[in-house]
């Protein structure tokens, strides 16, 4: 059996490691109405590592909303913490900025505008 034109290109292009992320990131970006949220702190995560604080003023939300968000991103292993407490800043994950394509992809269709953020 032949598959449809296009397919095994598309198999090609995208390995089963991208085709799993592109769920990921489609799932937190656009599964729930705190996406764009979550969407602007990746952003802003790989500019420069932030506290919960930093963050929350960033996105001008409440500390909670924003801790919220960072512990949703840190269950999906999209970012990452260093240090104890007030002073824990978040990164991105290795395998987040790995796949930075992907969430560009997704971001520009779901979000065309939310790109701007405070810096």
Not at 15 to 40: C, E, F, I
């Amino acid at each position: 059996m032949q598959d449809a034109p296009g397919v095994s290109e598309l198999a090609k292009v995208h390995s089963p490691s991208d085709t799993s992320w592109k769920r990921l990131l489609w799932y937190v970006l656009a599964g729930s109405r705190g996406g764009t949220n979550r969407g602007k702190i990746i952003n802003l995560l790989r500019n420069e590592p932030r506290n919960v604080n930093q963050l929350a003023e960033a996105l001008d939300v409440h500390y909670r909303v924003a801790e919220h968000h960072v512990r949703a991103l840190e269950k999906n292993n999209l970012i990452t913490p260093s240090g104890e407490r007030y002073g824990k800043l978040y990164f991105l994950s290795q395998e987040m900025e790995a796949h930075l394509h992907i969430f560009d992809e997704i971001w520009t269709q779901i979000q065309p505008r939310a790109r701007e953020v405070k810096e």
